[in-house]
């Protein structure tokens, strides 16, 4: 099956520093790849879609200021926490499909963010 | 409104017994689900989608129009089944909606 790849797996910073998170497509090419929060709780928060060679799509009430996404391979997707603080500590998974899939989401394995 | 709903947020049941992890949706299209599974320090993966009619795993999956509701069923939990899920529209080409997810429990 399809292979998504996240780095790192795990990540402390401090308050007021920015963080990359990667996401790639091992052996698929993903035009689409997308961005969730996961919770406490384990509830899961579409953030944003992530679209090769044009702007990514944030869902509501999430900051594009804030996470900046850029997805400039067909591999290759990046998540940037700016100027993190603590509230920002959170579990960072993304996804991505094939094109033939027939739908099936493959995620990668999640970045844990610790903002101190 | 496009939405998926999981009622329960912990489902606990005895080795053995039968599961049913509830999944209803509101989407106006034609509606594609999924039941996407996490192990315990697993990635989200896959159980079953209902256009391909399987069982996964010993689990299956009735997409009931008329009630717009996608439940998941075991007729006989095992412990190995502990995990968390969640209820998936695809609601678009790009566009996946995901439930609040249940945490099932298998006791001894």
């Known amino acids: 099956g399809a292979v998504v790849s996240q780095h790192p797996s795990r990540v402390i910073c401090k308050s007021g520093t920015s963080v990359k998170i990667e996401c790639r497509s091992l052996?698929?090419?993903?035009?689409?790849m997308f961005w969730y929060r996961q919770f406490p709780k384990k509830s899961l928060m579409l953030m944003a879609t992530?679209?090769?060679?044009?702007?990514?799509?944030?869902e509501q009430g999430v900051e594009k200021d804030k996470f900046l996404i850029n997805h400039a391979s067909l591999t290759l997707s990046t998540l940037t926490v700016t100027s993190a603080h603590p509230e920002d500590s959170s579990f960072y998974i993304c996804?991505?499909?094939?094109?033939?899939?027939?739908?099936?989401?493959?995620f990668g394995e999640g970045s844990r963010l610790t903002v101190l | 409104a496009q939405r998926v709903t999981q009622p329960e947020k912990l489902l606990s049941v005895f080795k053995g017994a039968p599961v049913e992890l509830k999944c209803n949706y509101s989407?106006?299209?034609?509606?594609?689900l999924f039941w996407y599974v996490q192990y315990s320090r697993q990635r989200l993966q896959l159980l079953l989608r209902?256009?391909s009619r399987e069982s996964i795993k010993g689990f299956t999956a009735d997409l009931n129009k008329g009630e717009t509701s996608f439940h998941l069923k075991k007729p006989f939990a095992q412990e190995e089944d502990s995990a968390m899920y969640y209820c998936a529209l695809k609601a678009g080409t790009y566009k996946y909606i995901f439930g609040t997810g249940t945490r099932l429990k298998v006791l001894a």
């Open positions: 989407y106006s299209g034609s509606p594609e």
């Open positions: 209902h256009i």
């Open positions: 996804s991505a499909r094939t094109s033939s899939s027939l739908g099936e989401l493959f």
């Open positions: 992530s679209n090769e060679g044009s702007k990514a799509t944030y």
């Open positions: 052996d698929f090419q993903a035009t689409t």
